[in-house]
C-alpha cells in the first residue's frame, strides 16, 4: 500500500522559506504515469493546489504562487519537496503531499499524506 | 484560470436519502472533472475521474455526470459515513483548481 507523509518544521518565521519534504513508502517514485505535488489547505477552508513534478523533474505550478515555489525530486531517497520562498501569515495553512496519477483521462490526485500544519509567525 | 464554482455550499440531509451536488465550470472542460471527499480532520478522498468514472473501491452509490460547464455529484441513499465534505477539481488545463466545497450534514 503506497503512503506518503510529509515533514518539516511546524513554525516559520515571515520572509523565510518553508521547506517540507514527502517520503513515498511502498511504491515506486519513477513511473512515468505517476506525478508528485503538493496541496494546501487553510483550516476550515478549500483546497489550493500548489504544484506537481514529473518523475523527469518536470515542474508545473499554480501562477498565483509560481515566483515563490520550488519543487524537486529525489528519486534515490523515493523523496519529494516543497520550498516556500517569502513567506507571509497568509501561507499558514496544512499542506498535504500527494501522488497525481495523469493516464489518459485517469487524472487525478488517488494518495495523500496526512497533512501538516505550518504556521508562520513571529 | 479556470473557476470552479459548487452548489449549493451545504446541505442538510437524512441518512437513506438522495443527494446531489453541482459543480460548474467558467468556461467548458469537456469530461475533465473530477470528485472528492473531505472527512473531518483528514485528507481528501479521490472519488470520480473523468466527470463520471469510479476510482477503484468507490461505492456504487456515488456518481458523477455532466460535461462542459455543468456536472453533478450524486449520491444514492447517502449513508452515514457519507457525511462530508466534497470538492470538484478540474483537470483540463495544467492548473488545477477545485471547487469551494459543499458540506453535506446531518438533518
Known amino acids: 500500500q503506497l503512503q506518503l507523509q510529509e515533514s518539516g518544521p511546524g513554525l516559520v518565521k515571515p520572509s523565510e522559506t518553508l521547506s517540507l519534504t514527502c517520503t513515498v513508502s511502498?511504491?515506486?517514485?519513477?513511473?512515468?504515469?505517476?506525478?508528485w505535488g503538493w496541496i494546501r489547505q487553510p483550516p476550515g477552508k478549500g483546497l489550493e493546489w500548489i504544484g506537481t513534478?514529473?518523475?523527469?523533474?518536470?515542474?508545473f505550478y499554480n501562477p498565483s504562487l509560481k515566483s515563490r515555489v520550488t519543487i524537486s525530486l529525489d528519486t534515490s531517497k523515493t523523496q519529494f519537496s516543497l520550498k516556500l520562498n517569502s513567506v507571509t501569515s497568509a501561507d499558514t495553512t496544512i499542506y498535504y503531499c500527494v501522488r497525481h496519477v495523469i493516464a489518459n483521462s485517469w487524472d487525478g490526485f488517488d494518495y495523500w499524506g496526512q497533512g501538516t500544519l505550518v504556521t508562520v509567525s513571529s | 484560470d479556470i473557476q470552479m464554482t459548487q452548489s449549493p455550499s451545504s446541505l442538510s440531509a437524512s441518512v437513506g436519502d438522495r443527494v446531489t451536488i453541482t459543480c460548474r465550470a467558467s468556461?467548458?472542460?469537456?469530461?475533465?472533472l473530477n470528485w472528492y471527499q473531505q472527512k473531518s480532520g483528514k485528507a481528501p478522498k479521490f472519488l470520480i475521474y473523468?466527470?463520471?468514472s469510479l476510482q477503484s473501491g468507490v461505492p456504487s452509490r456515488f456518481s458523477g455526470s455532466g460535461s462542459g460547464t455543468d456536472f453533478v455529484l450524486t449520491i444514492t441513499s447517502l449513508q452515514p459515513e457519507d457525511f462530508a465534505t466534497y470538492y470538484c477539481?478540474?483537470?483540463?488545463?495544467?492548473?488545477?483548481?477545485f471547487g469551494q466545497g459543499t458540506k453535506v450534514e446531518i438533518k
Open positions: 477539481q478540474q483537470t483540463f488545463t495544467n492548473i488545477r483548481t
Open positions: 513534478i514529473s518523475y523527469s523533474g518536470t515542474t
Open positions: 473523468g466527470a463520471s
Open positions: 468556461q467548458s472542460i469537456s469530461s475533465y
Open positions: 511502498g511504491g515506486s517514485i519513477t513511473s512515468s504515469n505517476y506525478f
